[in-house]
């Protein structure tokens, strides 16, 4: 990843100049975590969707019903990642949130909340569509 601390990470993404290789599902989860930390879940969606979109946008990437921005996934992100910081509050960079929760976040855990048909569909990217395995924490 080019912009390895906290610091550059955000420059980056608030820039839209983030290299396309490094936003990542790990430089996602790493954003929601800076966003997390200065704002609450709503008020944090708000302004990850603009900086994705934007970002998406500089990296040529046209929105479709398959790619691009995932409302739902975003969410789910955010509100996990709200609850990882409640759980392990003293953490105190993105790279040590991620080193702790990273992996499951990425790989398992909005699959404990969401079947894989759910979480994948046209109308989960579009909007947000409640779990429908799981409530969501808090």
């Not at 990843?1 to 989860?29: I, R």
């Not at 910081?85 to 960079?93: F, G």
């Not at 929760?101 to 969401?114: C, I, K, N, S």
Request: proline share 5%.
């Amino acid at each position: 990843m080019t912009a390895t601390t906290d610091d550059e990470l955000w420059s980056a993404f608030q820039g839209a100049s983030l290299p396309a290789a490094d936003w990542t599902h790990h430089g996602h989860l790493r954003i929601a975590w800076m966003y997390c930390r200065k704002h609450t879940v709503d008020e944090a969606h708000i302004l990850m969707r603009v900086g994705i979109i934007r970002l998406n946008a500089t990296h040529g990437l046209v929105e479709t019903p398959t790619r691009g921005y995932h409302e739902t996934m975003s969410r789910v992100w955010l509100v996990l990642v709200a609850a990882a910081i409640r759980k392990t509050p003293d953490l105190d960079t993105s790279a040590a949130f991620l080193a702790l929760h990273g992996e499951d976040l990425v790989t398992v855990a909005p699959l404990r909340h969401y079947s894989r048909d759910l979480l994948l569909s046209a109308r989960a990217r579009a909007m947000f569509v409640a779990p429908d395995l799981v409530p969501l924490p808090g």
